[in-house]
């Protein structure tokens, strides 16, 4: 969960994953979504960026073809909203608001209009689904 975008080497780790798996096993990969509305509309300011935390950001077409040149198939992602953190923490970076123990201090109203903003975003990936903040696949090793 969250993983694949900290590593400075991306394609060794999945070439190892591919290796450990077992035939019938699947690898479920979670990563910021380089093409999501929120990096789109907050750019620098997005949250999934976090560098120098973040080496490698993905798109949907980038992490596919990461996992099939590391030899998996049956390769299906999707994007997902989880909630309001991704919005409300890009705002917050945006307009220089602190953040207390990870989240950012927005008060309650800025909260919900961030949980309001994320639940449309949520309607709007299912016609366009690589506009969520995050990446999930799923792969396995043949048939």
Known sequence: NNVI???????????????????TGRLIITTPNVESLSARIFGAYWR????PRHVHIFTMDAIKS????SGFDNISVRSIVR??????SSYALAKNIPFQNGNPELGIFKAYIAELVALILSFI???KNNLGEELVLICGKGG
Request: glycine letters at 8%; a negative charge.
């Open 83 to 88: 909630d309001g953190y991704i919005t409300g």
């Open 48 to 51: 999934g960026l976090e560098p």
């Open 5 to 23: 975008e900290h590593v400075h080497k991306p394609i060794d780790l999945l070439r190892e994953c591919y290796r450990v798996l077992k035939p």
């Open 125 to 127: 990936v299912l016609v």
């Open 66 to 69: 990461a996992v099939h040149a």
